[in-house]
């Protein structure tokens, strides 16, 4: 592991001020991604992940504000920087696929116009080469006619190519943190494996860290070095993919993970796979957090003292945490 991460959150707490007082919407959340590597994030809607990535971008909703914590971006601090220098790191540095493409392009400008505008801005190239960037970047998501499509506007794509566009915008910078909001919900698993043989493609030629934000654990598999596991503005684990996916230890993680799929190879129809299972309840609601450990609701393990008291982080292996009551249990016994 490198010395300093290229992203590390430390502590970070974002509010929504209320009439009856702020809503802590992430509650001192604490990570760090390294230069070249993914790091999963998961969790059920509603957790923190895209908060959390809205954070990063220092885009939050209105009425939200970071109240404490710190944001590192290559040892800066970009927690409360001026507006000017967030620009400049935006699309430079620190690049976005966000979740939602109907509504993250500018149906006004055609998007060879949209990506161009993004080199031309950060990486000061002119007409000319800024236009042959993003013809590169189109062909590079699989956009058939790459030349002729660069002058579609985005009402003439299908959902899923405007998502490949807002993609090849992410990446057509080169820049050295790419957050993927879920990027990609709406290609088909053949286009999937496509943008994501792209994303190792640059994070191998540029040491791009990447933080990939999805529900999909398959993903998780495939791309991710590192997972950070989101429970209701909570990071409730955290440590290398290959440990949490065979060993979770926060019961939250195993009932995500025994909510996925698994093909049984062999087996008949008639046999079928693994009954699924679920996790039963919901996340609670902002302004309503249960006392105590805040999956202690939803949890078959829990017991009295975890839903009256806040849990910690217990370290259960190297680099890996978990912040349950049970699993300090498990690491004492």
């Known amino acids: 592991m490198t010395a300093q991460p290229f992203l590390e959150i430390r502590n970070l707490t974002v509010e929504l001020p209320t009439d009856s007082g702020p809503i802590k919407v992430l509650d ?9 590597t993914t790091m999963g994030v998961v969790g059920e809607s509603g957790c923190g992940k895209s908060m959390t990535a809205l954070a990063i971008m220092r885009l939050l909703p209105p009425g ?3 109240t404490s914590g710190q944001i590192l971006l290559d040892g800066e601090d970009i927690t409360d920087v ?11 540095e620190i690049s976005m696929i ?11 400008f055609t998007v060879g116009e949209q990506i161009a505008e993004a080199v031309r801005q950060h990486q000061g190239l002119d007409t000319g080469k800024a236009e042959q960037r993003a013809i590169e970047m189109l062909k590079a998501v699989q956009i058939p006619g790459a030349e002729a499509r660069l002058n579609s506007y985005p ?3 299908s959902g899923g190519m405007r998502q490949r566009v807002m993609i090849a915008m992410a990446l057509a910078c080169q820049p050295r943190l790419i957050i993927a909001d879920e990027p990609t919900t709406a290609l088909d698993v053949t286009v999937q494996a496509q943008i994501f043989a792209l994303m190792r493609e640059l994070q191998q030629e540029t040491g791009t860290a990447i933080m990939l934000i999805t529900h999909d654990l398959g993903a998780v598999a ?3 070095d590192d997972v950070a596991v989101f429970y209701a503005g909570w990071r409730i684990e955290s440590g290398p993919a290959a440990e949490i996916l065979r060993r979770p230890s926060h019961p939250y993680t195993s009932g995500l993970m025994s909510c996925t799929p698994r093909l049984r190879l062999g087996a008949s129809a ?3 796979g693994a009954a699924l299972r679920e996790i039963a309840g919901m996340v609670p609601q902002l302004g309503k957090m249960p006392v105590g450990c805040r999956f202690a609701p939803r949890c078959t393990r829990a017991d009295g003292y975890c839903r009256t008291n806040v849990p910690k982080d217990v370290i259960v292996g190297p680099q890996h945490t978990a912040m349950c009551w049970k699993a300090e249990e498990e690491a004492l016994a």
């Open 98 to 108: 966000f979740q939602e493409p109907m509504t993250s392009l500018n149906p006004v």
């Open 270 to 272: 008639a046999e079928g």
């Open 155 to 157: 009402h003439e794509f």
């Open 64 to 66: 939200f504000k970071i």
């Open 222 to 224: 495939e791309m991710a």
């Open 28 to 36: 001192d959340i604490s990570l760090a991604i390294r230069r070249g």
């Open 82 to 92: 001026p507006d000017a220098r967030m620009r400049e790191l935006r699309g430079n």
